[in-house]
């Protein structure tokens, strides 16, 4: 299966369809006055297509096991045709947009064994995929495209040459993949009054986003958090508990990091973990949903 395991937990919807097209009155009639010998066609389509959603995993192989958290099926007759309309939602990492037309294309197929003793002619059409909501698609497009970013990368190792940098370029892959442009990209040693320079430099200059990474442990030389922390304007507490939120759930190190972040004027300040997979998830637990960030801070100077 596909790795999600870097995804964040959003609401996802997806609303699918079938059409039933019986070939003749008589069938419709016998379904609306409950009268096919088989049952109550409408019930019981509508149980079989609940319980077929909830073993979608089990039927595509290379489909997530995931929470069904709400199934909802509808009905609409028109003429001959009845469409089948099947909502489903969860809170999890990954779409259920397979999972929505399986349930509809269950309800049909329930509906035409329940159907066929009395009705020979009957077909099932127009299974597809008719909206779907939640996750990096549904938001992509509301964000911002003129943004850019400067990232410094705060050791005194790296600075020193005594070590490659792979943190600061983990964080450019990520701003670059969210069409945001790199300003500049330096290394700088573990130096308070050279850390505030950077981000007062970079917000007179007018960079959108200042992305620091390094600093933020219990080191005596990490000093980044004790460096931002007097000169920004106004804290943002929830992007620092997304990243440690998010950190937690894959190491309990995480726990030990003290990422900051908040503003300077209308600049967006980052201090993110020194190591690679600290500062990748980092970047993964609040990107690209932290570029809204933008439409408020500089929406009515831009727009």
Same mark, same amino acid.
Not at 89 to 106: D, F, L, N, P
């Given at each position: 299966?596909?790795?999600? +395991?870097?995804?964040? *937990?959003?609401?996802?919807?997806?609303?699918?369809?079938? %059409?039933?097209?019986?070939?003749?009155?008589? +069938?419709?009639?016998? %379904?609306?006055?409950?009268?096919?010998?088989?049952?109550?066609?409408?019930?019981?389509?509508?149980?079989?297509? =609940?319980?077929?959603?909830?073993?979608?995993?089990?039927?595509?192989? /290379?489909?997530?096991?995931?929470?069904?958290?709400?199934?909802?099926?509808?009905?609409?007759?028109?003429?001959?045709?009845?469409?089948?309309?099947? *909502?489903?939602?969860?809170? &999890?990492? *990954?779409?259920?947009?397979?999972?929505?037309?399986?349930?509809?294309?269950?309800?049909? =197929?329930?509906?035409? /064994?329940? =159907?066929?003793?009395?009705?020979?002619?009957?077909?099932?059409?127009? %299974?597809?995929?008719?909206?779907?909501?939640?996750?990096?698609?549904?938001?992509?497009?509301?964000?911002?495209?003129?943004?850019?970013?400067?990232?410094?990368?705060?050791?005194? +190792?790296?600075?020193?040459?005594?070590?490659?940098?792979?943190?600061?370029?983990?964080?450019?892959?990520? @701003?670059?993949?969210?069409?945001? +442009?790199?300003?500049?990209?330096?290394?700088?040693?573990?130096?308070?009054?050279?850390?505030?320079?950077?981000?007062?430099?970079?917000?007179?200059?007018?960079?959108?986003?200042?992305? &620091?990474?390094?600093? *933020?442990?219990?080191?005596?030389?990490?000093?980044?958090?004790?460096?931002?922390?007097?000169? =920004?304007?106004?804290?943002?507490?929830?992007?620092?508990?997304?990243?440690?939120?998010?950190?937690?759930?894959?190491?309990?190190?995480?726990? @030990?990091?003290?990422?900051?972040?908040?503003?300077?004027?209308?600049?967006?300040?980052?201090?993110?973990?020194?190591?690679?997979?600290?500062?990748?998830?980092?970047?993964?637990?609040?990107?690209?949903?932290?570029?809204?960030?933008?439409?408020?801070?500089?929406?009515?100077?831009?727009?």
């Amino acid at each position: 299966m596909v790795d999600i +395991t870097h995804k964040v *937990t959003t609401l996802r919807t997806a609303v699918a369809q079938a %059409i039933v097209k019986v070939s003749k009155p008589d +069938t419709i009639k016998a %379904i609306e006055t409950d009268t096919v010998p088989k049952g109550n066609v409408l019930a019981m389509s509508k149980a079989a297509g =609940l319980l077929g959603v909830k073993r979608t995993p089990d039927i595509l192989p /290379d489909c997530h096991p995931l929470p069904i958290e709400y199934t909802s099926v509808s009905y609409e007759f028109d003429g001959l045709n009845i469409k089948i309309l099947f *909502t489903v939602k969860t809170i &999890y990492k *990954t779409g259920v947009e397979v999972e929505a037309m399986h349930g509809a294309s269950v309800v049909a =197929l329930n509906m035409y /064994d329940m =159907l066929k003793p009395i009705d020979k002619g009957i077909e099932i059409h127009d %299974i597809k995929l008719l909206n779907k909501k939640g996750g990096k698609s549904d938001f992509r497009d509301k964000f911002r495209k003129d943004l850019n970013a400067a990232v410094v990368v705060c050791s005194d +190792t790296i600075s020193a040459g005594h070590k490659e940098d792979k943190a600061g370029k983990a964080i450019i892959n990520k @701003l670059e993949s969210c069409d945001v +442009t790199i300003a500049e990209y330096v290394i700088i040693p573990d130096e308070a009054h050279v850390i505030q320079q950077k981000a007062r430099s970079y917000q007179e200059q007018g960079i959108d986003m200042v992305i &620091y990474t390094g600093g *933020t442990g219990l080191s005596c030389r990490d000093v980044t958090p004790e460096a931002l922390l007097p000169i =920004l304007e106004r804290r943002i507490p929830g992007i620092e508990e997304a990243i440690r939120n998010y950190g937690q759930e894959r190491t309990p190190f995480s726990m @030990l990091s003290r990422s900051v972040a908040g503003t300077i004027a209308d600049t967006l300040i980052l201090a993110l973990p020194g190591s690679t997979n600290g500062a990748k998830e980092s970047m993964d637990a609040i990107f690209p949903g932290v570029l809204h960030s933008f439409r408020i801070l500089k929406g009515a100077r831009h727009d």
